[in-house]
């Protein structure tokens, strides 16, 4: 059974105007995205800056709420939880933020930082929680001496790492990492994914990982799934998805990943125009503006994310039409 | 053939091993401590406030005469004597001075003190909760603001009777929406934090975020602020008393020691002229600590 099953979530942000701050207007962020994690797996999420990915994962939080849709994590329906049982189920739910400057508050100490999870869930006495921290700590490559210091004593990736640390903290189930790594420089960049990755093995975890780095996705990824517009387009496992992309705008965005190769033929499929605004999103397929492929009910109906074969989902009419 | 001694490539963590900075160097304190006494009207300032504070609790051991004890030797000229000369009453002037310090920085801070505390938390309610909450205490912020300050707190002695007390009152409540909107501006920016998110994911409650995450990140305007409003505060007793609505004779309030000194003018200058510097240095030391404190938390005007 899975551990979490999203089902066609819908996130939209009202637009106010007006003298009178009336609502003129929604942004869709997030529409029409289903999903679901089986327990150790790990989903990428990738997708350009505004594709709704990182609101995607925020609403499954309910960091937002959320406008339509339905999660079930660990058989809870997250988004009809009292505010109380919400908080008890957090526990098992965490985030990795991506700012590791803006995610640890400037006045604590790392002491306190991960240890408050411990508190907040009345999990163990002052002792035990000690214990945990300096733990915890050493879980992800640090020292206990680093426990009595502020977050601006230490670097991006060590920062990241405490942040990591207090995702772990209450042993969570699952592990919503939104751009852990974007904010990171390439070469602690991989220090903090294989971190990651041997934490996963470690505490049994399951990750959603959101990242617009398709080369990270692929690195830590089970199954990859894509989003344009707040919908997600394709959701394949990872290598079907890398060699055997179905969607056009899939196809571009790999065509898009530089190759270290200088002899290396490649055909670089290049988008004409920009992305659609999502206040007003194009009717049928988000995509046909720009897609080398649009056929006439591109335009009018929207295509349906359906399995085109061996768990490869993808939301197209040129394939929806063959199987 | 040569490598025979191939170390392993050091994937894991090496950065975390390597301390980043030594403890000394980024101490908040020291920082602040170096930033303040290179700030000249921060210095200033606080010496100037300091000094005042040092004749309020030293005011018995400094000043010879009794304050409220009249003596013969009425509007004698300042002299070896009598420093500042004596009033209408034959008062020492400068042993007045000395004991209205107390009255000026006593109220100032109990009223200030007071402001804080129930400005602070109508700002955080506001801000921290939006919705209806908060259009009804910013609103309830703009009609108070819409008064001159002064006129405000005249209403309020008016309605309450004339007394050192009622003025105190008066004064920590017309300074409550300055702190209050300053308080909601500030939670406004914090609460949207990634760290405060990050204290929702983790599934805390809202009383603890506000305490623990949002008011500590609050502080630093609302104590420049203070300082700042502390000046207009020891204005503020001052003015009342000169309306004889703040504290009564033979209270040796500033205020109310220039409203006594008016008819001396030119017979006696000094019955005016001391009261009135020492409100203008007390007013001027805290306005430099304020201004100078402002800089040093400016995070724009850190090199």
Request: negative net charge; contains cysteine.
């Given at each position: 059974m899975a551990l979490i099953d999203v089902r066609n979530l819908k996130k939209t942000f009202p637009i106010h105007g007006g003298v009178l701050g009336r609502k003129v207007g929604e942004v869709v962020?997030?529409?029409?995205v289903s999903f679901s994690v089986e327990p150790g797996e790990t989903l990428g999420l990738v997708g350009e800056s505004g594709c709704g990915k990182s609101t995607t994962g925020r609403t499954i939080m309910r960091l937002y709420e959320p406008t339509a849709g339905e999660v079930e994590f660990a058989g809870k329906k997250l988004f009809q939880l009292k505010a109380e049982e919400l908080r008890q189920v957090r526990r098992d739910l965490q985030m990795v933020f991506q700012d590791p400057f803006a995610s640890l508050?400037?006045?604590?100490?790392i002491s306190t930082i991960l240890e408050e999870p411990l508190i907040v869930h009345g999990l163990g006495d002052a002792q035990e929680r000690k214990e945990q921290v300096r733990e915890l700590l050493h879980v992800v490559g640090?020292?206990?001496?680093?426990?009595?210091?502020?977050?601006?004593?230490?670097s991006g990736g060590q920062r990241q790492r405490i942040g990591i640390a207090r995702a772990l903290s209450t042993r969570p189930k699952l592990i919503i990492a939104?751009?852990?790594?974007?904010?990171?420089?390439v070469s602690i960049q991989s220090q903090v994914l294989n971190l990651m990755m041997d934490l996963q093995e470690q505490f049994e975890l399951t990750y959603i990982f959101i990242a617009h780095d398709l080369s990270v996705v692929k690195h830590i990824s089970d199954r990859v799934g894509v989003m344009y517009l707040g919908r997600l387009v394709e959701l394949a496992p990872r290598d079907e998805l890398y060699k055997k992309p179905l969607h056009p705008y899939t196809e571009a965005l790999l065509s898009a990943v530089p190759v270290p190769d200088p002899d290396a033929k490649k055909e670089r499929i290049i988008l004409s125009?920009?992305?659609?605004?999502p206040d007003n999103p194009p009717q049928g397929c988000a995509f046909h503006p720009r897609?080398?492929?649009?056929?006439?009910?591109c335009r009018e109906t929207r295509p349906i994310f359906d399995d085109?074969?061996?768990?490869?989902f993808v939301a197209c009419h040129l394939h929806n039409a063959k199987a | 053939m040569q490598t025979d001694n191939v170390q392993p490539p050091?994937?894991?963590?090496p950065e975390a091993g390597?301390?980043?900075?030594s403890t000394q160097q980024d101490n908040p304190a020291r920082d602040f401590a170096r930033a303040f006494f290179r700030h000249r009207s921060a210095v200033i300032g606080s010496v100037l406030v300091l000094i005042f504070i040092i004749l309020a609790i030293l005011a018995p051991v400094i000043?010879?005469?009794?304050?409220?004890e009249p003596s013969a030797?009425?509007?004698?000229?300042?002299?070896?004597?009598h420093w500042f000369g004596t009033d209408d009453l034959g008062r020492d002037i400068f042993t007045r001075i000395v004991y209205g310090s107390r009255i000026s920085l006593w109220v100032g801070f109990i009223s200030i003190a007071g402001s804080i505390v129930v400005g602070s938390l109508l700002g955080l309610l506001a801000g921290y909760y939006g919705k209806w909450q908060d259009t009804l205490i910013s609103r309830l912020f703009d009609i108070m603001l819409a008064f001159p300050s002064i006129l405000l707190a005249i209403a309020i002695v008016a309605m309450l009777g004339p007394g050192l007390n009622n003025a105190l009152i008066a004064i920590a409540i017309i300074n409550i929406p300055t702190f209050g909107r300053l308080m909601r501006s500030r939670v406004l920016s914090v609460k949207v934090e990634d760290f405060v998110l990050a204290a929702r994911a983790i599934g805390m409650k809202n009383s603890r975020i506000l305490w623990h995450h949002i008011l500590p990140n609050c502080w630093t305007p609302i104590m420049v602020q203070g300082t700042l409003s502390f000046a207009t505060a020891v204005i503020e007793v001052a003015a009342l008393g000169f309306l004889g609505l703040g504290a009564q004779p033979p209270d040796p309030e500033w205020g109310t020691m220039l409203s006594d000194a008016r008819d001396y003018l030119?017979?006696?200058p000094w019955t005016m002229v001391f009261p009135g510097v020492a409100i203008m240095i007390t007013v001027l030391g805290f306005n430099l600590l304020g201004d100078g404190l402002r800089d040093i938390f400016d995070p724009r005007m850190k090199q």
């Amino acid at each position: 059974m899975a551990l979490i099953d999203v089902r066609n979530l819908k996130k939209t942000f009202p637009i106010h105007g007006g003298v009178l701050g009336r609502k003129v207007g929604e942004v869709v962020a997030v529409d029409d995205v289903s999903f679901s994690v089986e327990p150790g797996e790990t989903l990428g999420l990738v997708g350009e800056s505004g594709c709704g990915k990182s609101t995607t994962g925020r609403t499954i939080m309910r960091l937002y709420e959320p406008t339509a849709g339905e999660v079930e994590f660990a058989g809870k329906k997250l988004f009809q939880l009292k505010a109380e049982e919400l908080r008890q189920v957090r526990r098992d739910l965490q985030m990795v933020f991506q700012d590791p400057f803006a995610s640890l508050n400037p006045r604590q100490k790392i002491s306190t930082i991960l240890e408050e999870p411990l508190i907040v869930h009345g999990l163990g006495d002052a002792q035990e929680r000690k214990e945990q921290v300096r733990e915890l700590l050493h879980v992800v490559g640090m020292n206990e001496s680093h426990a009595s210091r502020y977050p601006h004593q230490f670097s991006g990736g060590q920062r990241q790492r405490i942040g990591i640390a207090r995702a772990l903290s209450t042993r969570p189930k699952l592990i919503i990492a939104d751009e852990p790594v974007s904010a990171l420089d390439v070469s602690i960049q991989s220090q903090v994914l294989n971190l990651m990755m041997d934490l996963q093995e470690q505490f049994e975890l399951t990750y959603i990982f959101i990242a617009h780095d398709l080369s990270v996705v692929k690195h830590i990824s089970d199954r990859v799934g894509v989003m344009y517009l707040g919908r997600l387009v394709e959701l394949a496992p990872r290598d079907e998805l890398y060699k055997k992309p179905l969607h056009p705008y899939t196809e571009a965005l790999l065509s898009a990943v530089p190759v270290p190769d200088p002899d290396a033929k490649k055909e670089r499929i290049i988008l004409s125009g920009d992305v659609p605004s999502p206040d007003n999103p194009p009717q049928g397929c988000a995509f046909h503006p720009r897609c080398p492929h649009v056929m006439d009910v591109c335009r009018e109906t929207r295509p349906i994310f359906d399995d085109a074969g061996g768990g490869h989902f993808v939301a197209c009419h040129l394939h929806n039409a063959k199987a | 053939m040569q490598t025979d001694n191939v170390q392993p490539p050091v994937t894991n963590l090496p950065e975390a091993g390597a301390v980043s900075h030594s403890t000394q160097q980024d101490n908040p304190a020291r920082d602040f401590a170096r930033a303040f006494f290179r700030h000249r009207s921060a210095v200033i300032g606080s010496v100037l406030v300091l000094i005042f504070i040092i004749l309020a609790i030293l005011a018995p051991v400094i000043t010879p005469y009794d304050y409220t004890e009249p003596s013969a030797d009425a509007l004698a000229a300042p002299s070896a004597e009598h420093w500042f000369g004596t009033d209408d009453l034959g008062r020492d002037i400068f042993t007045r001075i000395v004991y209205g310090s107390r009255i000026s920085l006593w109220v100032g801070f109990i009223s200030i003190a007071g402001s804080i505390v129930v400005g602070s938390l109508l700002g955080l309610l506001a801000g921290y909760y939006g919705k209806w909450q908060d259009t009804l205490i910013s609103r309830l912020f703009d009609i108070m603001l819409a008064f001159p300050s002064i006129l405000l707190a005249i209403a309020i002695v008016a309605m309450l009777g004339p007394g050192l007390n009622n003025a105190l009152i008066a004064i920590a409540i017309i300074n409550i929406p300055t702190f209050g909107r300053l308080m909601r501006s500030r939670v406004l920016s914090v609460k949207v934090e990634d760290f405060v998110l990050a204290a929702r994911a983790i599934g805390m409650k809202n009383s603890r975020i506000l305490w623990h995450h949002i008011l500590p990140n609050c502080w630093t305007p609302i104590m420049v602020q203070g300082t700042l409003s502390f000046a207009t505060a020891v204005i503020e007793v001052a003015a009342l008393g000169f309306l004889g609505l703040g504290a009564q004779p033979p209270d040796p309030e500033w205020g109310t020691m220039l409203s006594d000194a008016r008819d001396y003018l030119q017979l006696a200058p000094w019955t005016m002229v001391f009261p009135g510097v020492a409100i203008m240095i007390t007013v001027l030391g805290f306005n430099l600590l304020g201004d100078g404190l402002r800089d040093i938390f400016d995070p724009r005007m850190k090199q």
